[in-house]
């Protein structure tokens, strides 16, 4: 096959990085304007050099390590990854361990110690992938297939380069994990080498860990941080690598994620389904009580009436304002790519809206729609609430609440399905059934060991860089606040368009380059 | 198998009828309070003779059409059950035609004229039956099977009587069509010649139409009646033989149905299912606008608040008013059977409920619920309405008014899904599709021609005759006001726990006879 890539710019890396940053194909796909200049840096100009080199080699790297199946449901497989993985950073200067509870995957433990170093940051990525079905794949997801642009976008696959050969940063990487997490798998080593040749000194102890179930939602890594307590007591800073950078396709640094938890609501009419002819407008229907309950729970602007629905949202600080006001502004863009006149509360700002709690339907079911409809009184109906939390909010507590309301509305709440006693006694019956959940995360902004990371980051993406408080999204990061006192920063690198979770993940070359400059930044800051 | 009939009781045929009226399992099993006694007839008395000799062979001839299976689907089947209610009435006296049309089952038709008969009355039953799943029925639905009682009332099969042998009124053969609608196939000829053996006349003219698909919702009845016109000019009352008897058990004469038409309405959120995290708070859910656009429609009591629903439904007569007021009071009993403590309007009457139009709700779908729930921004949520209409509703008018509404909430509607001009322009966006439906038929209970019916029925059942102005639920019957001007009454005989349209189907062999008794004194009415 005829090889199609445009040379390889040889710009400095900030450039390349910038326009590297995946494009979010849903958006215009014009580069963000071009960033305040930063200051030279060896750490990053030493990543900058390497990648100028070793493209071809680190584009090598990482598909070698797409070729291994990591579905956490195949423990031999996942077995594979954890061996790879620690044997990757074995040969670069850290003590690997594979930590082992029955029934789980190994956690992939490791730690590099910095001379000198005041500091000890611990570092989580995941090598387990989401499950794949091959058939809804243009290529086998295990099979890493180079294209010369994102698929959507016209792509063709290409030959890998031979080694010194140019790259372009636009080229995509097709394979299960190629972004979600397995890029920092092949970034990290790769800023290590950068630093290493150049004898650029690390300024933290580094501590790895990797998981091997985070696409299971990491059931025993709660045990793991528990049995082995005493290797993290020292952590200072817990770096999250993993998720897509900002949907303006700029380089991101976030400070928490939102908590989660829901519930479902049944209500009831008759014990069986009636004829509605015979009995419509007799016996009540299920349906229209449950639109009466749901409506009462929130306006027509979407605004919870919930009482304390938002009352123990924490405020936001000075710092959260002031990146909230320097956040990009996509929301006009993505009303029109999600199809929406309007926005909640009459187009509030969306990273704004991420900042409160949120109330939502997840699904609603009373009997059939559509051809399958009948002529039926149904027994009952469903809705099915999921809850968004920021930090200050008790997923329990938020339950409650949610509770007290529909008793307030006059329903008798019940647990299991009502039996003819409490039908014959109560007019109005609600059977709750909670979900677990676990809280939000939301480092401040301002705490002494999370400056040196936003100023590293700077040293690379400059002003571009976007300080989001929170993502809208939850991950239980709850539990290495648990572990230890140490703040919390999600670092992302991938391109937002990586169909993360979804046939066809890939990763965009640059948006692996800028992982380079954005860890070597990282592994030396002040 | 050992036979446990208990002998037949040979009381008067009007105490058999009574004590025969199927019980509907779901009430208390009791029997109705004595009726005021009817004078003796010559009609109603040959009747009795007749049962109380032929009992067994009555029961013979019904499970030999329920051999024959019935399903509209298939067109051999159904014809074979055309030919053989033909032959049925041919030999008792009426001229028989199969009417035809491409692709329909015939319509079986027949009349017989009485000498000096200064009326006429059509006769409308049905042959076919509803689909059968074999797996769902305790014996093959086809296969008649006698049991000593009902199957959940611990009846177990026993072996047909033979001729001359005592019949219990309790026992129930068990076949699809059992009840819906071959009773009266079995019941009319067996009336017949009970007053033929005794020489007693007709006073009508009968005409005889037999339905091939009324379980597909008739779809070339109107044509038949269209094309055969001039053979319906002279009828002056349609007698509507279906259903089943009244919830008290009391026999029951019906002077109407309700209309029914219907709408979908699904509602808009963002055009692609988007990650309650990223997006909640900000993303409006359909859910919320779905249940909030219900909810406006409803009071909490149950009256509809849609402007003028109420408006077109004609007012009741006096009779009409006369007869509700006069109605059993099954209430009470059907909150208990169906596990309600309250019904719509503070326990108004279920009676004079089905006199007005009612709004139901028959489904609701958006996304998932229970363990398919996914944390998603839905981006659509659909809503099944149903309407049943009373006399004076049009459909159209019906559903504008619904449609109206729906404007009036803010919404702009549409008839197909939106595209993206449509998305942009409009925040609240309503795909309604319509149902199309017919009226409501409610004949007056003091029309010349309805008199008699009701005194001939009251010879057989006293003052145990429930006069319903309406049944809640609906039939095509505006088809037979179009072709022609007479009222029509619903005289049903079936006992209410039939199991019409489900598994196990079956009639109460007391009910066949009451249908004896009730055809022959309608025969031969003043």
Redesign the interface.
């Known amino acids: 096959m005829k090889r199609r890539a445009t040379a390889f710019p040889g710009a400095v890396i900030r450039a390349v990085i910038r326009a590297a940053l995946g494009s979010f194909a849903l958006l215009a796909a014009t580069l963000p304007p071009a960033a305040g200049q930063s200051t030279p840096d060896p750490a990053v100009d030493a990543a900058q050099r390497h990648v100028e080199a070793n493209a071809a080699a680190i584009l090598a790297d990482h598909a070698a390590i797409l070729k291994l199946p990591n579905d956490a449901a195949n423990p031999d497989d996942i077995r594979k990854n954890a061996e790879y993985v620690a044997a990757l950073f074995a040969t670069r200067g850290f003590a690997m361990e594979l930590l082992e509870l029955d029934g789980a995957p190994p956690l992939v433990f490791g730690r590099r110690d910095a001379e000198g170093a005041t500091r000890t940051i611990a570092i989580y990525v995941h090598y387990d992938g989401q499950p794949t079905n091959p058939d809804d794949w243009t290529n086998p997801p295990f099979r890493p297939t180079l294209y010369s642009a994102a698929i959507p976008d016209g792509g063709k696959p290409i030959d890998f380069p031979a080694e010194g050969e140019p790259v372009d940063p636009d080229w995509r990487l097709y394979a299960r994990s190629a972004s979600d997490d397995k890029a920092p798998m092949t970034a990290l080593p790769a800023a290590l080498d950068a630093l290493d040749a150049e004898g650029v000194a690390l300024t933290s102890n580094v501590i790895l860990i990797f998981d091997g179930e985070e696409e299971r939602s990491s059931p025993h890594l709660e045990a793991y941080l528990e049995t082995h307590k005493e290797k993290f007591a020292d952590v200072d800073l817990w770096l999250f690598c993993d998720g897509p950078t900002h949907q303006s396709r700029q380089p991101q640094l976030v400070f928490g994620v939102?908590g989660?938890t829901?519930l479902?609501v049944t209500v009831?009419?008759?014990?069986?389904g009636?004829?509605?002819?015979?009995?419509?407008?007799?016996?009540?229907?299920?349906?229209?009580r449950?639109?009466?309950?749901?409506?009462?729970?929130?306006d027509?602007t979407?605004r919870?009436l919930i009482k304390n629905f938002y009352k123990s949202a924490e405020p936001l600080t000075k710092a959260d304002r002031a990146a909230l006001a320097a956040a990009p502004d996509v929301d006009g863009e993505l009303r029109?790519t999600?199809?929406?006149?309007?926005?909640?509360l009459d187009n509030?700002p969306?990273a704004e809206?991420?900042m409160?709690?949120?109330?939502?339907?997840?699904?609603?079911?009373?009997?059939?729609?559509?051809d399958?409809?009948?002529?039926?009184?149904?027994p009952s109906?469903?809705?099915?609430i999921?809850l968004?939390l920021v930090k200050g909010d008790d997923p329990a507590n938020m339950l409650d609440l949610v509770e007290a309301h529909i008793r307030r509305q006059g329903y008798h709440i019940i647990r299991e399905e009502?039996d003819?006693e409490v039908?014959?006694?109560?007019?109005l019956i609600a059977k709750v059934t909670r979900d677990g959940g676990y809280p939000a995360v939301r480092s401040a902004m301002d705490a002494p060991a999370v400056g040196p990371v936003i100023d590293a980051l700077k040293r690379v993406a400059g002003d571009d860089l976007v300080l989001t408080p929170s993502?809208?999204?939850?991950l239980p990061l709850f539990m290495f606040e648990t572990a230890s006192d140490a703040p919390i920063v999600i670092l992302p690198i991938a391109n937002f368009d990586n169909n993360q979770h979804a046939a066809d993940e890939n990763i965009r070359l640059g948006n692996l380059f800028y992982g380079v400059g954005a860890y070597a930044a990282v592994l030396t800051m002040k």
Do not use: C, D, Q
């Not at 399958?372 to 149904?378: L, Q």
């Not at 039908?423 to 007019?427: E, F, K, L, Q, V």
């Open positions: 939102r989660v829901g479902e009831y009419g008759p014990n069986r009636l004829h509605s002819g015979h009995y419509g407008n007799w016996a009540p229907g299920p349906g229209w449950l639109a009466t309950l749901l409506a009462s729970m929130k027509e979407g919870v029109r999600f199809g929406l006149a309007a926005t909640e509030a969306l809206r991420v409160l709690p949120a109330l939502n339907l997840r699904g609603i079911r009373s009997a059939e729609v559509g399958a409809a009948r002529n039926v009184i149904p109906a469903t809705a099915s999921g968004r009502p003819a039908r014959a006694r109560y007019a993502l809208g999204g939850s």
